[in-house]
């Protein structure tokens, strides 16, 4: 670890991705901020996993699998694309990504907010626990599958099955939406949710965008309780 | 899980240099599979008239010569072989069918990997380095070719179960998933189709069912598409024809992909990872294939 005006470097062509996390986690159980700059990624999997400090990290490059898991309260900057499962179980904090993400974006995350500035791939959202995801571009099929809570926002559009057996997750979308899965139904656009939506593009730096191009889509709730006319096929 | 890498040049000024771009985009996948690797390669198209077979021994001292002599004076055809450890390169102008017989009946441990006229596939038991550093792939020159680390589910770990798969003339598939109902397609293409499936396989039936479908005159597009409505099962395929390449992922997509093309090529890979020492991946274009869309280069599609 180099020090260079008060970030410290981090290059993974001379540092072992184990060296370099424990590293990034060096604050891991304090209220300390520090700036970690992470250089030549190289789609290393399972970078900067575990943070648990305010601290903010760059990384400048594209990252592997799981980049971010179970982020709590650190601000993690991906400049370039993230691959599968980015952020996925974040408690807190902020994840950014200036490109893509492959898939299962944010899955499980519990809260904090997932920026990706780019298109997110198939399942984005993926049971979603509580944290709001924000996506410049397109989503993949199958988003927001049993997704629980939280918010996820997608200024382009969304491919086939968008929240498949959704609970009570909100969805705004402002392109075309494929096609809505088992129990996702379209839902009306009410001043209470052009605030929340305009509020989370606002924070997300799509300040630009305007809430009232957005649809609103939720669970129908008609898979809470068993449905007793489907007794024969069990 | 298994690793797949598969890299189609589009400026012929990378063909020399291909296998020095390919070892490392085949090694960088190791952590998805160690029980075996392969590779297929394209290049130096046999003239007209003449078939190139790859063939494989598990003896390495094996007398290759016996085999192309008595190819020479039963067939009463030209032979050339090349050998790199248990693998060989026959070319010939003797008739393919009865060259075929001729070099598969001369011993029972011979198999043939491969036939065609560009095709040549290399596969062993063995880490994706040390089947890189056995065949000297960091050498070869090609036009394209695909690579797979295989993590083995659906038959042992043997040389011939390894991957890529060639079934036709000029075609490989290698395959990353598990496919639900190949006995059923086995059974369809081996009694109803005259396809022979030598391994128990399920990514062979796979490569059998494509060939069958180029043989009856769909385009290797047309013939990827087609395995949308044939297999069950989860599966990212890349396949390789003489002057084609293509993608497919199932519906799921489960199994990871990602493209990336620049002017001068076009690579696949399972992860990311393979593609950071590519020259220009900086600025390359570079996706993840959708669902149920064939994605192809070159070839007729």
């Known amino acids: ?234 | 899980m298994c690793g797949i890498v598969g890299l189609y040049l589009k400026n012929s000024e990378f063909e020399n240099r291909f296998g020095e771009l390919f070892e490392p985009m085949l090694v960088a996948m190791t952590d998805r599979g160690e029980d075996s690797a392969g590779v297929a390669v394209y290049h130096d198209a046999v003239a007209d008239g003449f078939t190139k077979f790859t063939v494989y021994h598990p003896d390495t001292g094996f007398n290759w010569e016996a085999v192309c002599d008595r190819m020479r004076s039963d067939l009463n055809a030209t032979v050339r072989d090349a050998a790199n450890d248990t693998h060989v390169v026959i070319e010939t102008d003797g008739d393919a069918a009865a060259s075929r017989d001729l070099i598969e009946g001369f011993d029972p441990q011979i198999q043939i990997m491969s036939v065609g006229s560009a095709i040549e596939i290399y596969k062993e038991m063995d880490t994706p380095q040390a089947v890189a550093d056995r065949f000297e792939l960091a050498k070869m020159s090609a036009t394209h070719g695909v690579g797979h680390t295989r993590m083995a589910t659906e038959s042992a770990v043997t040389t011939d179960g390894s991957h890529p798969f060639s079934t036709g003339p000029d075609l490989c598939l290698v395959h990353n998933g598990s496919l639900s109902n190949h006995n059923r397609l086995r059974r369809d293409l081996t009694q109803h189709h005259d396809m022979t499936i030598r391994t128990k396989c399920d990514t062979e039936v796979a490569a059998a069912y494509v060939s069958h479908r180029l043989a009856e005159g769909r385009s290797l597009r047309e013939a990827l598409d087609d395995c949308l409505g044939a297999l069950d099962g989860f599966y990212t395929f890349v396949a390789g024809t003489r002057d084609g390449f293509a993608v497919l992922r199932d519906p799921i997509a489960c199994k990871p992909a990602v493209l990336a093309e620049t002017d001068d090529y076009v690579a696949f890979a399972s992860e990311y990872r393979a593609f950071v020492d590519l020259p220009g991946i900086e600025n390359a274009r570079v996706w993840e294939p959708e669902p149920a869309v064939v994605y192809s280069w070159g070839g007729e599609a």
Do not use: W
């Open chain 1, 1 to 234: 670890m180099n020090a260079h005006s008060n970030i410290a470097v981090i290059d993974l062509d001379d540092t072992d991705l184990t060296a370099a996390n424990q590293s990034l986690q060096s604050k891991n159980g304090t209220e300390q901020n520090a700036h970690m700059r992470v250089v030549n990624p190289r789609g290393s999997h399972a970078l900067a996993v575990g943070i648990d400090a305010p601290v903010d990290i760059e990384i400048d490059g594209n990252t592997g699998y799981f980049c971010a898991g179970m982020n709590k309260a650190a601000r993690i900057t991906v400049k370039g694309n993230a691959g599968q499962a980015v952020a996925e179980n974040m408690m807190s904090g902020e994840v950014r990504v200036t490109g893509d993400a492959s898939q299962a974006a944010g899955a499980t995350a519990h809260g904090g907010l997932l920026v990706i500035e780019g298109n997110a791939g198939s399942r984005c959202g993926i049971s979603l626990k509580g944290a709001d995801i924000v996506v410049g571009g397109d989503i993949g099929h199958m988003s927001c599958f049993m997704a629980q809570a939280g918010r996820v926002v997608v200024l382009g559009d969304a491919g086939d099955a968008l929240g498949d057996s959704l609970y009570e997750t909100r969805i705004y979308v402002r392109g075309k939406v494929k096609s809505l899965g088992a129990d996702c139904v379209e839902k009306e656009m009410r001043d209470e949710h052009r605030g929340e939506l305009a509020e989370l593009l606002q924070t997300a730096g799509f300040g630009d965008a305007d809430p009232k191009e957005f649809r609103r889509y939720g669970s129908a709730r008609n898979l809470y309780n068993f449905n007793i006319d489907n007794v024969g096929a069990y």
